[in-house]
């Protein structure tokens, strides 16, 4: 999932950390196509979600599949799958799988997280030696991809900001929402109104993607579905970017979301 991205893909303080009330209701379903520079077809991000009881405690599970198409599937085929299993009653992300292909290259790995004891259990299935016990700090982890949905659950304005711990394979990554500013933007879904928010890592030494001068964007619309029309990866040569093409809406009513009101 992340590869894909790779390829194409309060006015002046801090809320506390993102409150867990999940922004995907059951039946729920988003789809992307994402273009890379001057290739606009160049893969496709689905996001969908369905309830399930897991360890009789009802569950969202969460599914995100990533593969590229067209010309870019013809020099680069990829396809990914990522699994998160959520508690409805808590919020928490219990169990994150990712699995992906790549020509002879595969990936296969499995986060569990203790809440107790604040760790993540990391099991590399390709390569055992990197599986590790991960001690995760404050705040409830998820996938980017899903921090990137969660967004629309927290209703911020521009200048506000807030806090979410965000999960690259084993490694938590401690980031900094930033509502920028409004903008209007032409999706095949029609025209939006939206805000736009970017993760930042500033109260940590950036690594990853964010020490090498990426810049993610997300744009939720301003509407009363408050959907993540679009998103992008920014890089030193070129750029990512995810378009809504397709949404599902959910199989019941979704509960208020939390307002987050710093």
Known sequence: MRSLLILGLLATSSTAFADMHLALAPGEAFTFRVGYTIISNAGEIKITSQAET??????????????TRGF???????DARAESVYNLKTGHMMVHTERSVHGKKSTDTTLAFNYEHRTADF????NPSKSQIVPLPPGDPMDLITSLIQARAWKLQPGQTIDALVMFEEEPYELTFHAEGYETIKTPLGTFDT????PKMEKTPPKG????????????SQDDRHLPVKFEVEFKFG?????????QPPASPVAPASTNSP
């Not at 897991?54 to 593969?67: A, K, R």
């Not at 805000?195 to 970017?198: A, F, G, R, T």
């Not at 993607?209 to 990426?214: N, P």
Request: hydrophobic fraction near 45%.
């Open 54 to 67: 897991d360890d009789h405690q009802p569950s969202l599970l969460v599914v995100t599949t990533t593969s």
């Open 72 to 78: 870019l599937r013809s020099i680069y085929p990829f």
């Open 123 to 126: 099991q590399n299935l390709v």
């Open 195 to 198: 805000l736009v928010i970017v």
């Open 209 to 220: 993607m964010f020490k090498r001068g990426s810049t993610v964007r997300v744009w939720i």
């Open 239 to 247: 750029s990512g970017v995810a378009t809504l093409v397709n949404y």
